[in-house]
């Protein structure tokens, strides 16, 4: 059976013709795209339906977003989000909240919307607009029903009496010194460690995780995407992670594919050899389903988290004078890439600051001076900071970007008055100069980093528009094409699919994503708003309400 | 939920830092073969794939995938990046004290913060400094501020690979061993940074401790009278390390059980800091304030 797709435009990303107005369809498959006089050879002889209901409508390929972690998105978005930046979720918008007594309004809205005794547990508290937290605060709210609150960071927590006699901590216990402030409920740094192993019975009850995944679908759907990257599996646990997916990212109502990237370290972690990994990894090629697939890509780690400004920077570093952290020794670093260069596989590593990035290009320098390969798809993940000189480098190594441009959004106004400087803070996923070089560049969310709304990316990277409403190093803003390329055709090169998706072609796999609007020919600021109608995954329609 | 009711004493953590390949595996391999590590004694390790267990220490039966149990009554666990999971686990258990194996690229007082964790509490940063790859790496772009950090943070430093860099020095008064110290791992489990024992005061006093005192040199000294007044100190002190200035010049100090050597500086690099570092064993059934260095003729002199 054939259907022939009929659009106001749609948006091919294939070069040769970037533009068309139907697309046919058979099955899974792309048989045609172009104009539905040319098509007729296909129909003759042929049952066919034609599909009008995009007629309206702007097809482009499906979104794809090449790096998110839907094993920490289950576990946080049962939570509710009270957050200073706008998050669409499937289930409602979530407006800013900006002040400390809008936040409060919130958490009592939403304790008195909770059924009695039922833990209240919320993300994205941020003290530079949500004011000090602590338990005064919360019990304002309720004293009786136990209200924990997440940093936007993740890196810390605030618990009310209530919470904190329902995950048994007792205060008697807490001295202090420690990274608990017990007279203020709040938890960091290995306080947090020591309350989450208390929470756990409720964050990853298997029937909340597994809300959590069907909500990350839904987030998955409402985002436009039809492709992503999960690229860290088994950053928890291997085996129960790896079930999970399967049971709930398989399936005919799951609109997207998966490609899973293994955490590299975690794969040999107790006492494996790194070079034992390939082997390992290869191993894990049998349990490929039709949506979940494994390829050889590995995920390896370089310096620490963006948001905690833990990435290593080049002199001059910090204003303060505090320096980043290493995830892995540069040795072995060195020795996992090694492992998996030799073996022939693509290896994506997160690097955050500019010395990360320093680091990663030496070791990749090194890899191609031992064995030289060509298309290897060595991929820079998150590429928070980067000078000039190493954007030529990245190409002549042959390697790609893909980029956390979100960073720009939400946090380039606060690192420029108190983390770097505004220079640095100014050019943050310098990916303007990374087109402009000719090497491969995709965006990401690496959601619950950033939202997982790749049209909320596309607007960043073209406009740069930080939250304060500043424009931030202006000659790196995208194009809309270039920032529709990111975002499809060039995410799908960077986790291996491009042979199958990312751009509408007689060949590949029928899967879209339908606008209400031109993402080319819109203006740009208005490229978030834009309304998703619906994806087509493998042919078959899921529309979004 | 466990809480810890397997023991209400606060066990006391010492931390074994130092960058990858410096030593800190090949230290714990062999500590954990001393007679003298009392039962009870847990050690954390990263991994245990560089941990080098004599299999037949290990108790059959014990491997649980986090614990390896030892028939000389010690245990083992590894960490695999979280170490509130591992306290929490060690709380359930019946030991006294703990030896953490910092990541290679941890900074130690970073670490000593989360060892202020419910049923625990710090006791001393050991650092573990690499004779034969230290200056190097102290300098390396990448790692150089982190390596410098972790010596700069201990409270002891113990050098490793002696023998393939005989005159490596480390120009810093943080008191030093090395292997070829008696007495070396009697030293680590006994260290005790200054101002850390009220912390686990509850907890007994496991074995003899140590500790070390930093004299610094503010104006230059005649050598007969450092001479005389090293001479005369009492024999709990164990070890004294540094440089003085003479009227003769910039000497090198070195005292080693009860063999003195006070001799011309050799490099031609004045030291950074001129002062005496005297590691000394302190009784433990006596106060822990009243050190050997109190009744020292020079420590008037000191500011």
Redesign the interface.
Known sequence: MLTLFKAQSIITMNPSMPRASAVLVRDDMILEVGEPEHMQPWLEDQEYTVDEQFADKIICPGFIDPHLHPSMAAVLLPMEFITAMRWKLPWGDIEPVTTAEAFDDRMQALNQAKAPGEPLFIWGYHQLWHGRMGKTRLHQVSEKRPIIVWHRSFHELYMNDAAMSMAGIDPAQIRPGMQIDIEQGHFFEVGLGFAINRLNPWILAPERYATGLQRLKQVVHHGGHTSIGDLATGLFNFDTEAQALAEQLEGDDVPFRTRLVVHGTRLTQGGRKPEEGPAMAEALLSHNSHRLSFARHIKLFSDGAFFSQLAQMQEPGYIDGHHGEWLAAPEELERHIRAYWQAGYQIHVHVTGDLGLELTLDILQKMQDEKPRFNHGFTFEHFGFSTPEQIRRIKALGAQVSANVYYLHELSDSYAKSGIGYERASQMARIGSCFAAGINTTIHSDFTMAPAEPLNSMWVAVTRQNHAGDVMGSTERLTQQQALEAITINAAHTIGLADITGSLRAGKRADFTVLNQDPLTCDPSTLRDIEIAATVFEGRVFPIE | ?S??SASSRIKPITLIGG???AGKTTLINRLLSQPEVPAGTAVLVN????INVDESLIRSDSHNGTIIGLSNGCICC?I?D????AL?QLNTLPIAQVILETS??A?PARVW??C????FSPKAIVAVVDAANYHQRSQD???G??VK?QTAQADLLVVSKIELNSCFQLDSLTPQLTNRDTKLFETILGWQRNGAQG?YESSAPLLPIFSAQTWYQDSPISRDSIEASLTALDSSVQRIKGWIETEAGVMQVDKVGSSLSIKPLKHHTKPRVLGLVFIFHVDPNTDSQNNPLTGWALAKTAS
């Open positions: 939920m809480t810890g960058y990858l390949g991994d245990f794939g560089d590894s695999s979280d170490l509130s999971q929490d290679g690229v900074e913060q989360h202020h964790y419910p049923g772009k990448y790692v501020p982190l950090s912390a």
